[in-house]
């Protein structure tokens, strides 16, 4: 199955930026819309709520204006992410105000719901629905939604524990739709490989964290720069969900990252425990694929590397596949 025109037309680059809590913003979804990827942001990070109006009314016209000005290049399309669960009183008003500027993509979390993708689709939007198995998988296509973001070991924040290799496989024995793959992808060899997997696009998240326009404090996106794999601790003290952060921010809170207790998963605050640093404000959430960052960018500056990365890579593997070539009847003797 191809892709939907609104993920391969205007895309420069066969990437999604995550929708980033608290540090995804108007300022970093235009700038790599511009560069040529999906940029996206939780609905829940425009606060108060009349904020995400504003929000969409400049994304909208900014980018329509760039699209006038660059009609050989015009920007990718954009995403907001919906939180599906119960617990978002918001859900109904930021559905209104989508469906008022007709958001391109909407992101799912945390529970499908037949009637929000209905909703998406009356306005000509798709839905990507974000789950860590093949058993949330079926589901969400089961209820409607357009593709997938497989949620791999390695990921940022709340995060699966499946390798991306099995991940992907069991997804495409029978599913030929949107597939997009999500943990440790931070350069253009990441890329490959994930499309190499049997995904149709990489999603990134941790690497546009350290960018200039993400909304993060400066030793936040320092401290990325300065770690690596090794630095990244899953846990679900934090939220009552597994999720991946950056160990020196739980060692500047006070705590030994090494010696964490287990949350009751069921629990999606911790009024009735020990009082802890908040997660995502004081214990940074990160991925593993961090350890080739090495400087704050601008968001386009990062994108242009990836893809320069991108064509490198894809251009050796071609030559590494050419000089191995084997007769394919002999492969099958041997």
């Not at 025109?5 to 790599?32: E, K």
């Not at 942001?41 to 909208?60: G, S, V, Y």
């Not at 030929?176 to 490959?192: E, F, Q, R, T």
């Not at 995502?280 to 400087?295: A, P, R, S, T, Y």
Request: include cysteine; charge should be negative.
């Amino acid at each position: 199955m191809s892709l939907p025109a609104i993920l391969s037309d205007r895309l420069r680059l066969p990437v999604v930026g995550s929708p980033l809590f608290i540090i995804s913003n108007p300022d970093l979804v235009i700038a790599q819309c511009k560069a040529g990827v999906v940029g996206s942001f939780p609905a829940l990070n425009a606060r108060p709520a009349e904020e995400l109006d504003k929000w969409l009314a400049r994304i909208t016209s900014e980018l329509a204006e760039y699209d006038r000005q660059h009609p050989e290049a015009p920007s990718a399309p954009f995403a907001v992410n919906q939180i599906i669960h119960r617990s978002n009183d918001r859900l109904d008003h930021d559905m209104e105000v989508c469906a008022k500027y007709k958001v391109p993509i909407v992101i799912t979390s945390l529970g499908a719901r037949t009637e929000i993708n209905d909703a998406v689709h009356a306005w000509g939007g798709i839905v990507l629905h974000d789950i860590i198995d093949d058993k949330f998988a079926r589901k969400a296509i089961d209820k409607g939604a357009d593709g997938l973001i497989a949620v791999a070991a390695g990921a940022g924040g709340h995060a699966g524990g499946q390798s991306p290799l099995a991940l992907i496989q069991e997804i495409r024995q029978w599913f030929d739709g949107p597939l997009l793959l999500s943990g440790a992808i931070a350069s253009g060899k990441s890329i490959l490989a994930a499309l190499a997997m049997g995904a149709d696009l990489a999603y990134i998240g941790s690497a546009f964290i350290a960018t200039k326009e993400a909304n993060a404090v400066e030793g936040y996106k320092k401290m990325i720069t300065e770690s690596g794999a090794q630095d990244i601790v899953y846990t679900n003290l934090f939220t009552g969900v597994h999720g991946n952060y950056l160990k020196p921010s739980i060692v500047a809170a006070g705590m030994d990252p090494d010696a964490l207790p287990t949350s009751d998963p069921s629990k999606m605050n911790f009024s009735s425990e020990r009082q802890k640093p908040k997660a995502w404000k004081e214990i940074w959430g990160c991925g593993q694929g961090i350890g080739v960052l090495d400087e704050v960018l601008p968001a386009g500056e990062l994108i242009a590397r990836l893809g320069r990365e991108f064509d490198d890579a894809n251009a050796e593997l071609q030559a590494k596949l050419q000089g191995r070539a084997v007769n394919p009847t002999a492969r099958r003797a041997a």
